[in-house]
């Protein structure tokens, strides 16, 4: 079980007086490669509106008494929504989805509280995840396994415990079930649990690349199930925003090095 580190991510709620912890704004510039990607998709979009006779005054109506301001900027169509990036993981706006309920009966051990899961010792912590790992790993039957997985996804949607929970052997243990080619519902549940853990994590040790991650959601992209690819997708996305955020991390700490040792000579 790897040790909870601090690394902020998404800005706080409190910070930002929104409602959505995990909406930070990118100012639109064309030396950004996100905000020209951004840029081009809204251009797009413009033109598949304006082709589809959507197009109103000041604006391009996407819905009934909507408009969309558009501004133009170097050759490209800007809206103060492209700088804003969101969760895709359990957006309510792409995707309503109903809470996770499990019965409390069916578990094979207590269930702990969140509050209780983020305020236990390490050893403690670990009998209590060898649990649940137990009880998805071994041969139990599916109606068991995803009554577990419904309760573990009430325990992913806070910072400290997403970031113990993601570096501990059990997020090993769902990429391995992901394959499980018998069940939708199990990877359903599975792919939403990681889903849930990419987005609310702010760390994420390098084991986890060590188990193939991003090939196991590629590969399940091309799942027959309609939900499973839903979810996939989402925590795919999410995971590589997380890469990514990580690498520029990575380049502006190489860069702060660099300048250092520069002016140290």
């Known amino acids: ?67 969309v301001p558009l ?8 809206h103060a929504s492209d700088g804003i990036i969101k969760p895709i993981v359990a957006n309510r706006r792409i995707e309503r989805l109903p809470e996770p309920k499990f019965d409390t009966a069916l578990l094979p051990f207590r269930p702990w509280s969140l509050k209780e899961l983020v305020e236990a010792s390490q050893s403690d912590l670990e009998g209590f995840l060898t649990q649940i790992f137990q009880a998805v790993g071994n041969a139990a039957p599916l109606k068991e396994k995803v009554n577990v997985l419904f309760y573990f996804e009430t325990l992913c949607t806070d910072t400290k415990a997403a970031n113990d929970l993601i570096n501990s052997g059990l997020t090993i243990l769902f990429i391995k079930l992901l394959r499980n080619p018998r069940s939708a519902l199990l990877r359903t549940r599975l792919a939403s649990v990681l889903g849930l853990l990419v987005r609310h994590a702010t760390y994420i040790t390098e084991e986890l690349a060590g188990t193939g991650v991003v090939e196991v959601l590629c590969e399940a992209l091309k799942d027959k199930n309609e939900r499973v690819r839903r979810r996939v997708m989402a925590t795919l996305g999410e995971l590589l925003f997380y890469i990514a955020n990580q690498q520029q991390d990575a380049a502006a700490a190489a860069a702060a090095a660099a300048s250092c040792c520069w002016f140290a000579m």
């Open 1 to 67: 079980m790897m040790p909870s580190l601090a690394c902020q991510r998404y800005p706080s709620s409190r910070d930002k007086g929104t409602d959505n912890p995990f909406a930070t704004f990118i100012p639109p510039s064309p030396s950004n490669p996100a905000a020209a990607a951004a840029a081009a998709a809204a251009a797009a979009a413009a033109a598949a509106a304006a082709a589809a006779g959507l197009e109103g005054e000041g604006g391009i109506n996407v819905a009934k008494g909507l408009s």
């Open 71 to 78: 501004s133009l900027d170097e050759g490209y169509l800007w």
